[in-house]
């Protein structure tokens, strides 16, 4: 599979069912890999949400400190607010969104319809991922935590559900047909 932005009356095709798209999950799901392949591929900007964290998250979270939901608002306004200014010409935000309130708080704050891609991904496999990742703040110690905290989106969030141990290939080939349907069923309504 190419990179290469899609051509110019495929990327107006995918761009109105979603100029705005989290992918989220917990640390070790292919996050930052799957969305800058989604952004490179739709010729959208790509944020990683982890250097949205203020750098008290980052400090605790590099002590193999768990944070709580009141460091993470502050952080989930930032990248609310990076998607609302971002969307008019489309972006992709890597950013955990763990709990259901978070991603409504996501959606609430940017103003913007938000897609969600949940690269899902079994325990061991995170695990292994992480215990792999040199040079990255947080330290597989925390897993357990994100992991207990994690509420899958629910079926009326329609968030794009995959199976994250698939090749980023074939995960961000999953994802462009997913936005190509969105479209279609948009541009049919």
């Given at each position: ?149 994690l509420e899958r989106p ?36």
């Amino acid at each position: 599979m190419s990179l290469s932005p899609l051509p110019d009356d495929a990327v107006s095709d995918a761009r109105p069912a979603a100029r705005a798209i989290v992918v989220m999950g917990v640390s070790g799901s292919g996050k930052t890999t799957l969305g800058g392949r989604i952004a490179a591929a739709l010729g959208y900007t790509f944020v990683e949400g982890d250097d949205l964290h203020p750098e008290t998250n980052v400090a605790k979270m590099s002590a193999g400190i768990a944070l709580t939901d009141d460091d993470r608002w502050p952080w989930l306004d930032r990248v609310a607010d990076t998607i609302r200014v971002l969307s008019a010409s489309g972006c992709v935000v890597s950013c955990s969104a763990l709990r259901r309130v978070y991603r409504d708080h996501i959606r609430a704050r940017a103003g913007v319809a938000v897609t969600f891609v949940h690269p899902e991904v079994d325990f061991p496999t995170l695990s292994h991922r992480m215990e792999n990742r040199p040079g990255h703040y947080m330290p597989p110690s925390l897993l357990d935590s994100q992991c207990a905290t994690l509420e899958r989106p629910d079926a009326d969030e329609k968030a794009i559900r995959l199976e994250g141990i698939l090749s980023p290939d074939a995960l961000t080939d999953q994802v462009l047909g997913h936005l190509a349907g969105l479209s279609l069923r948009e541009a049919e309504a």
